[in-house]
């Protein structure tokens, strides 16, 4: 696929990038964000989720049971923010406001944003301890507070660029898709975007800008009643979060050459 090749840098492909086309995203055939939502601050109103992990590691220090038992809470904080700014990211706060760690977990599975099980295991040892009034052993709340200061090396880097729009090409059409989050709906556009270039996987959309036409087909609204409907819509936001944060930026991000597309940040 050469007349791919210069697009490789901002597009995802299906056969190209071989995890893309799994599963909820299997009717894909390419995706291109347009719009990313990038958080100068996650709690504006207390303590960063790394603050809470300082204070983690500030109570350990003493090597005592109090200061054992006041980390895993702190660690435990500091997951649970995190979370907690991972549905409002993606608009499911109010969706899950109610909800249970665990229920919440599950969602998070549900879309493959991380790992859980390691999470999955400091929450149970807080709740051993808060719950059960059992004492976790001064070495194993170490090992969890690591787990935590993991989790969020890990998630950190996403809230630079949490997807909210992408441009889709939908196999066996060759009309251009915008997939827009905002307000707890999900909008789908049609795209009249001139400019493309055929390939194997169909027409390939660039230079795609605002000021293209574009008519809205379908309204998604988030709720509990039709999570299958919504869910293949965020599974592929989170992807291309997960994509953004492990690419580098390349010449044609930064605004140089000829394979452009109007990407918006909202802060």
């Known amino acids: 696929m050469k007349e791919l090749e210069p ?46 992990l300082e204070y983690a590691k500030a109570d350990l220090a003493d090597g005592s049971r109090k200061g054992a038992i006041n ?37 998070f599975r549900q879309l493959d944003v991380f790992p859980t099980l390691m999470i999955e295991n400091l929450n149970s040892s807080r709740n051993l301890m808060e719950h059960k009034y059992v004492d976790v052993p001064h070495n194993e709340v170490v090992k969890l507070t690591e787990i935590a200061e993991m989790f969020l090396l890990m998630t950190y880097p996403y809230f630079k ?44 959309h660039y230079n795609i800008t605002s000021k293209h036409k574009s008519t809205i087909i379908e309204k998604v609204v988030i ?23 492990i690419k580098l930026p390349t010449p044609e991000e930064r605004g140089h050459g000829p394979y452009m597309h109007e990407h918006t940040h909202y802060y």
Not at 226 to 235: G, Q
């Open 7 to 52: 697009f490789r840098s901002n597009y995802i492909f299906r056969d190209l990038d071989t995890y893309f086309a799994l599963g909820r995203r299997s009717h894909l055939r390419y995706a291109l964000i347009s719009k990313s939502l990038s958080y100068t601050r996650l709690n504006a109103r207390g303590p960063e989720p790394i603050q809470y």
């Open 71 to 107: 980390a895993l809470s702190h660690a435990k904080r500091a997951i649970h923010l995190m979370i907690d700014k991972f549905m409002n990211a993606f608009e499911l706060n109010k969706l899950y406001k109610r909800s249970s760690f665990p229920k919440k977990l599950v969602l």
């Open 161 to 204: 660029g949490i997807v909210k729009g992408v441009y889709v090409g939908i196999e066996r059409d060759d009309r251009c898709f915008e997939w827009i989050l905002d307000t707890g709906t999900v909008s789908v556009y049609n795209v009249e975007a001139p400019t493309f270039v055929t390939s194997s996987l169909g027409r390939v």
């Open 223 to 245: 709720t509990k009643a039709n999570l299958e409907n919504w869910l293949p819509y965020l599974d592929l936001f989170v992807y291309c979060t997960k994509m953004a944060v």
